[in-house]
């Protein structure tokens, strides 16, 4: 996989989670700023996915396939959940959904890094 991809993607999500963090400690509920920096977060993951499906047709799939394609597909949907949860709640406990969303993602994300460097092997 790409790792500037991976890595603004992790960055992306961390700075998500403690943006929405500040959020949850002042007790404000998700507003529209909070729609947009999704966005911006799953647009990334969107890039990543598109970058890691062209790579495994390009350089064949990593050992593990399916597990792979399982994280890059939660990695897909779990913002996009949490959001919808987020703005179904309209407490902050509802932001607090954001950050522990947010805080997935990168873990997804080194799962998957390391499934990829497992198969490289």
């Known amino acids: 996989m790409v790792a500037v991809v991976d890595w603004a993607v992790i960055v992306a999500s961390l700075a998500y989670a ?11 509920p998700p507003r529209e700023p909070y729609v947009i920096g999704a966005g911006v977060v799953e647009l ?4 990543q996915a ?4 062209v790579l495994m047709i390009a350089d064949g799939a990593p050992d593990e396939t399916a597990t792979f394609v399982g994280y890059l597909l939660m990695n897909l949907i779990i ?16 932001t607090s959904v954001l950050v522990v969303a947010a805080l997935v993602v990168p873990v997804l994300v080194v799962r998957l890094q390391q499934l990829w460097d497992a198969g490289a092997g």
């Open 18 to 28: 403690a943006w929405a963090l500040v959020a949850v400690a002042r007790n404000q």
């Open 79 to 94: 913002v996009p959940l949490g959001l919808f949860w987020a703005l179904a709640e309209k407490s902050r406990w509802g």
């Open 44 to 47: 990334l993951i969107l890039v």
């Open 50 to 53: 598109v970058v890691a499906v």
